[in-house]
């Protein structure tokens, strides 16, 4: 008789009890998008910002005062369990951890991030855009220029890559090469992709801090795999460039 009376209110409590504890197990769909931790340093406050977007990621240390360019690494990320796997295809602080992977152990709660590793401050990372999406969100290859009306096409597959990440309100391009190990530039801040324009907001630019603060705007369409856009380049020069999902 007393288990009868019992059973009904521990499956009336059952549902909220997988609610509330839902928020501390971590999975692939909750770490993607973009994540910001602010760290206080003697030459002022850095803010870090951490982006997964479909197999890749990236991690990029500015000033968050100027935009001043500090560090960028990335590559794969792989989640199993409370381990986050990475393999790094660029690195700038050490581009002899390229090819290289290594662990890092990830929690999650009450939407702050939590990651252990080498080199990462313990401080929780904050949420910037709560796995919101566009038609743009993953990363990109650049796989194509058009120069005289004609669309030249680049293997994407070859070690030296220039990879868009795009999450659903931040965006970074990284130049890199896999096989030499040379990183040739990165840039990145937040975007907007509404109605055929997309927009960049420039948050640091490696080659020159003075684009900071600068917007470029896009005419873009994607066409199967293909994102085309063209505009005008930071340097103000016309362009018309392809960009492929990357799987």
């Known amino acids: 008789m007393m288990r009868s009376k019992l059973l009904p209110a521990i ?20 770490l993607e998008g973009a994540w910001r931790q602010t760290v206080a340093s003697a030459e002022g406050e850095v803010a870090h910002v951490l982006l997964f977007s479909g197999r890749y990621f990236s991690l990029t240390a500015h000033m968050a005062e100027n935009g001043a360019f500090l560090s960028t690494k990335g590559g794969s990320w792989r989640l ?20 290289t992977s290594e662990e890092w152990i990830v929690s999650l709660k009450d939407s702050k991030l939590v990651l252990e590793g080498r080199g990462l401050d313990p401080a929780p990372w904050k949420a910037l855009d709560a ?44 130049a890199y090469n896999t096989e030499t190990k040379q990183f040739f530039g990165t840039g990145g801040g937040s975007y907007t992709a ?11 630019f490696s080659r020159d801090n003075s684009r900071v603060g600068a917007q470029l705007r ?17 340097a103000g020069e016309p362009m018309y460039e392809v960009w492929s999902r990357r799987e």
């Open 80 to 99: 199993d369990g409370e381990t986050l796997k990475v393999s790094y295809e660029f690195d700038t602080a050490d581009s002899a951890r390229v090819g």
């Open 11 to 30: 499956l009336f409590a059952l549902p909220f009890f997988l609610s509330f504890s839902s928020d501390s197990t971590t999975s692939k769909a909750k």
């Open 194 to 204: 509404e109605d055929g324009v997309y927009t960049e907001n420039i948050e640091f």
């Open 218 to 234: 896009f005419e873009f369409e994607v066409d199967g795999n293909d994102w085309h856009h063209r505009g005008k380049s930071s």
């Open 131 to 174: 796995g919101a999406s566009t038609t743009l969100s993953g990363p990109w290859l650049f796989s194509g220029r058009e120069r005289d009306g004609q669309v030249t096409r680049r293997d994407t597959n070859q070690p030296r890559k220039t990879m868009k990440i795009l999450s659903g309100a931040r965006f970074q391009w990284i």
